[in-house]
């Protein structure tokens, strides 16, 4: 119930590519999804969140779709980029509580 | 303004000592949570404090884990008796009022 499940757990796309990465939980009560960026020996970093109230949010080339009804969340990166290798995380919360992470997505672009 | 610091940002201990972790959260933030993450895995939650409120510790591994945190700010994250399992980067974030969290660089615990 308060896992959440992340695939796929590495992924190679090409320069200008778009990168897919997604994400399923169980537990109908969280209430607040976010996605984390994480490069090598850093803290993992805040990139976008969305509440279950909207079904897309968008910040630059960064795109968040949340299907409710199917209990799934995706992350888009659009015209991705070499500098957007890194890891990226999905989460859930509920209440404003702990984040509960998924495994994690290593995303490799090649020029 | 400054973000979550953490330090030592690493700390190498032989087995069977205590260690003690430091993490300053952002000036204002109520919610603080401490995080452990081995080697290229997920982020493992330890341990979760929110304003004046008993923190939630369901995630602590063991009793030789613990966490306090003084006066609503500074939080001291405890690791007594290290064992190499215990090897992982620990993360400490903080959050304006919980959800939305902001993670320090880290501290790279080593047991040898």
């Known amino acids: 119930q308060q896992q959440v499940k992340q695939s796929p757990q590495s992924l190679i796309v090409q320069k200008g590519g778009i990168s897919i990465i997604n994400c399923a939980y169980e537990?109908?009560?969280?209430?607040?999804f976010p996605w984390y960026q994480q490069f090598p020996g850093k803290g993992p970093a805040l990139l976008i969140a969305?509440?279950?109230?909207?079904s897309e949010k968008k910040e630059g080339r960064f795109t968040i779709s949340f299907n409710k009804s199917a209990k799934q969340f995706s992350l888009h990166i659009m015209d991705s980029q070499p500098g957007d290798s890194a890891t990226y995380f999905c989460?859930?919360?509920?209440?404003?509580?702990?984040?509960?992470f998924g495994t994690g997505t290593r995303l490799q672009v090649f020029p | 303004g400054a973000g979550v610091s953490q330090s030592p940002s690493n700390k190498v201990t032989e087995k069977g000592k205590d260690v003690e972790l430091r993490c300053d959260p952002i000036?204002?933030?109520?919610?603080l949570y401490w995080y452990r993450q081995s080697l290229g895995q997920g982020l493992e939650f330890l341990i979760y404090?929110?304003?004046?409120?008993?923190?939630?510790k369901s995630g602590l591994p063991s009793d030789r884990f613990s966490a306090e945190r003084t006066g609503g700010s500074v939080s001291t994250l405890t690791i007594q008796r290290t064992q190499q399992e215990d090897s992982a980067v620990y993360l400490c974030?903080?959050?304006?009022?919980?959800?939305?969290?902001?993670f320090g660089q880290g501290t790279r615990l080593t047991v040898v």
């Open positions: 974030a903080s959050s304006p009022r919980g959800g939305e969290a902001f």
């Open positions: 989460a859930a919360s509920k209440g404003m509580r702990e984040l509960i």
């Open positions: 537990n109908t009560a969280f209430d607040y």
């Open positions: 969305i509440r279950p109230d909207v």
């Open positions: 404090f929110q304003g004046n409120s008993a923190p939630d």
């Open positions: 000036s204002g933030h109520t919610a």
